[in-house]
């Protein structure tokens, strides 16, 4: 049975708010005994409120309750409805797929700043987190254009890396080494000083990691290492309750042996397989951006000015192939008042932003797939939000107007009630766009490929209804959410039979993914507590084929404890993965689709205080070691341990 999405806006959001409702979780932010302390989410709209007290689906980790070191592309895997898929080992392409949505449909956001590749697809590619010393991640699942704009149709996840101590001086500094000759070091220096009525504080911080790695390919022998590096670092002033003036920069580099699939003319007996290869993908992104906040009268404004680029290069056989350029340009002011009646709490925001975007596409064997452009985009949106002790409503809207393509108005609407004291009720109903990508719109590859400037952005509309509830003492909190998302004007690509030429149509039939996410927290005792999730995903595309790496069935279990009176902490993760479809190249064959098989793995980590400001440290990784595969013909990582240690003097 279908149900009708397409509500006209407002009017139609209103109604479907009378039965709006969602399901919210959290990971744990504190060691065991301290569990239970309530998590704020600066994610789902304007305002900072308690994780449980929103319409939007939440999740919430706090990174630094593992044990360091802790790999970021595993602990999405933690989240609800997040599918990741890795190509071979650490430091592989990594994309994730939130709730069915396509990998270039989640926005990312790392310290605010939005890092989506302009020039590669408008993905992020998760392998560039390797390393980062990342306090929090923020997942905000549902489409949330009306908030964030382009590319939020599933969702938007949100990186924070670790805030400034706002001690005069403080540092601390993580070194391991592990399976597989991999090394990693950390090192954190935070200063801070008080000026008449203001505060300076500043950061530096960076990164390294380097490893042997594993074979990548599902045939061969070879390892395929990886090298990352993290730089990244802020410095401002704050005064007058909220003002702030600050500027803050990211860079991140990865180099990343692969391997090839062999598409080899004439066709090979490993034809459409993944085979051992010299070949490299190195990659850099530069994130920088100026924020200023300060209040005049009863408004409070936000200023900011970011700026990003991403360089890759692409090599086979260390001979230098192709590569991409991508430069985004943004400016945002906000203004938001936030006044009270009774023990309501009513705020509005209003916005706006120009953005503006330039790619470059380079060749070293065909001159004319040698191309460069850029557009233009400008916003206004806004948002009104209310909040009291017992319920939440929030209303945004938001216009965008497109140098290149069409324009877009999105809407969305979220609504939280308490029934009783130990059960509510929430939800979210909302629109999301993604716009077509430089390559879509004006990429060129003689005989091969012809971009089409006609493209008009990809639209979904979705819904989720959820109930949660807290028992004994708050120490069970259950939860369960019941979600639907439609996709029209899906890009697709077609081929000329007569040309022998491929270029990119807006397609005229929807995607569905529906599905539902269940979640179970549970204190056991003051020094341990487990987290559980499951996820039921049904994701079809226009002919009503399951679409490729997306699991019908996927969940998690997380066991978090502290021994010695809290000088000692651990962490046990199992992750399950439920068969999937992938695409398959292989031309003998008559189907161009595989089942990739399921796989559960099970991680570990635990620390031990020695002394203050003295910590070891160990991991594990796929303890059972085993053999599974993400990406059609890639490898996935076998076991793997590492050991170390942190100094914070």
């Known amino acids: 049975m279908r149900y009708p999405l397409v509500l006209s806006a407002p009017c139609g959001a209103c109604l479907l708010l009378l039965g709006s409702l969602l399901w919210t979780d959290h990971a744990r932010s504190e060691p065991a005994n301290e569990s239970r302390v309530e998590q704020v989410t600066v994610l789902a709209n304007h305002l900072n409120n308690p994780v449980d007290r929103v319409g939007s689906s939440v999740s919430v980790i706090d990174a630094t309750a593992f044990t360091p070191g802790q790999d970021a592309v595993d602990l999405l895997r933690l989240v609800p409805n997040m599918s990741v898929s890795r190509s071979g080992p650490r430091g592989g392409l990594s994309q994730v797929r939130l709730r069915g949505s396509e990998a270039n449909h989640t926005l990312v956001l790392i310290d605010g700043i939005e890092a989506n590749d302009a020039a590669n697809g408008s993905e992020f590619n998760y392998a560039h987190l390797t390393n980062l010393d990342i306090a929090r991640i923020e997942v905000l699942r549902g489409a949330q254009s009306a908030r964030y704009g382009a590319d939020a149709i599933g969702g938007v996840i949100a990186i924070q890396t670790r805030a400034n101590t706002e001690e ?16 990693r070091i950390n090192g954190r220096l935070d200063a801070s000083h008080e000026t008449g009525n203001a505060r ?53 580099d990865l180099l990343a042996e692969s391997d090839k699939q062999d598409f080899d003319f004439p066709s090979t007996p490993t034809q459409g397989l993944v085979i051992d290869a010299n070949d490299t993908n190195a990659s850099a992104q530069s994130l920088s951006r100026l924020l ?20 890759s290069n692409f090599t086979e056989e260390g001979v230098p192939m192709s590569g991409l350029r991508g430069e985004r340009d943004q400016v945002e002011l906000q203004g938001s008042r936030q006044f009270e009646i009774a023990d309501a709490v009513h705020s509005i925001l209003l916005g706006g932003q120009y953005e503006g975007r330039s790619f470059r596409n380079l060749s070293a064997t065909t001159a004319a797939a040698n191309h460069s452009a850029e557009d233009r985009h400008r916003s206004i949106y806004v948002e009104y939000v209310y909040a009291s002790p017992a319920s939440s409503f929030t209303l945004s809207t938001r216009h965008d107007k497109n140098q290149d393509f069409a324009d877009t108005t999105s809407w969305r609407i979220t ?22 990508t430089f390559f879509e719109l004006f990429g060129f590859i003689p005989d091969s490929f012809q971009g089409n400037p006609g493209l008009r952005p990809e639209e979904s509309v979705s819904w989720d209804l959820g109930l949660r509830g807290k028992f004994w003492d708050d120490r069970i909190s259950l939860g369960a959410t019941y979600f639907k998302a439609n996709l029209r004007h899906e890009i697709t690509t077609v081929f000329d039979p007569l040309t022998f030429a491929s270029s990119p149509i807006n397609g005229d039939q929807n995607s569905h993914r529906r599905g539902w996410e269940w979640s179970l927290n549970v204190s056991l005792l003051d020094n341990l507590s487990a987290e559980a999730n499951w996820t039921r995903l049904n994701s079809r595309d226009p002919s009503g084929r399951e679409e490729v790496r997306r699991p019908k069935e996927s969940g998690a279990i997380a066991l978090f404890f502290d021994f010695f009176q809290g000088r000692g902490r651990g962490d046990v993760r199992l992750f399950h993965n439920g068969p999937m479809p992938d695409s398959e190249f292989i031309f003998a064959t008559a189907t161009d689709r595989v089942a990739l098989g399921s796989y559960t793995t099970v991680g570990a980590g635990v620390s031990f205080q020695l002394r203050p400001g003295i910590t070891v440290f160990a991991r594990a990784e796929n303890m059972l070691d085993r053999e599974y595969s993400e990406v059609f013909g890639f490898r996935a990582p076998g076991a793997s341990a590492s050991v170390g240690f942190s100094l914070s003097p």
């Open 200 to 252: 300076w504080s500043g950061q530096i911080a960076g990164g390294r990691e380097i490893s042997d790695g594993e074979n990548a390919a599902g045939l061969g022998f070879e390892r395929d290492g990886f090298q990352s590096t993290q730089l990244r670092g802020s410095t401002g002033l704050t005064w007058d309750q909220g003002s702030e003036l600050r500027l803050q920069f990211l860079y991140t």
């Open 415 to 436: 609504a939280s009630r308490d029934l009783f004291a130990q059960l509510n009720v929430h939800g979210s109903w909302g629109e999301g766009t993604a716009n077509p």
């Open 168 to 183: 005069a001086l403080a540092g601390s500094v993580n070194i391991s080494s592990g399976s597989h000759q991999t090394h």
């Open 292 to 311: 200023g906040r300060h209040s005049w009268g009863n408004w409070y404004y936000q200023l900011s000015m970011t700026h990003t680029r991403t360089v």
